[in-house]
């Protein structure tokens, strides 16, 4: 699977943007898709994530009520719609792919933690204050 980040860009404090990540080589069912970003210093952040079983969303304490996650299998798309956005949401923004049932050990912290199977090239997003 090739994964394509798109839709970044410089927005205002309190503006919206919406990212998308095309998926190719491989249909997107069967695949827990999900969002982490980077901001410069800083480790790798987990985002959200929606897997393939029942479309289960689950987001970060920092974006849950701002940030919302949608795939469209038919499209081979993934999306994050980014609202009321936030200086502190500046970061390269990348889209992850993991398959199987045991996707959340690529997203959740814990012990079995383990880096998704794949990755898509980041997209900048800027939050200006």
């Known amino acids: 699977v090739q994964l394509q980040a798109s839709g970044g860009g410089l927005v205002q404090a309190g503006g919206s943007l919406r990212l998308s990540c095309v998926a190719s080589?491989?249909?997107?069912?069967?695949?827990?898709m999900g969002w982490f970003r980077q901001a410069p210093g800083k480790g790798r952040e987990f985002v959200g994530v929606?897997?393939?079983?029942?479309?289960?969303?689950y987001y970060a304490d920092s974006v849950k009520g701002r940030f919302t996650i949608d795939r469209d299998n038919a499209l081979n798309t993934l999306y994050l719609q980014m609202n009321n956005l936030k200086p502190e949401d500046t970061a390269t923004y990348y889209c992850?792919?993991?398959?199987?049932?045991?996707?959340?050990?690529?997203?959740?912290?814990?012990?079995?933690?383990?880096?998704?199977?794949?990755w898509g090239l980041g997209t900048q997003v800027t939050v200006s204050s």
């Open positions: 929606i897997n393939w079983t029942d479309n289960s969303r």
């Open positions: 080589g491989r249909t997107l069912s069967g695949y827990a």
């Open positions: 992850a792919a993991e398959s199987g049932t045991n996707w959340y050990r690529a997203f959740f912290p814990g012990p079995q933690h383990k880096s998704p199977e794949h």
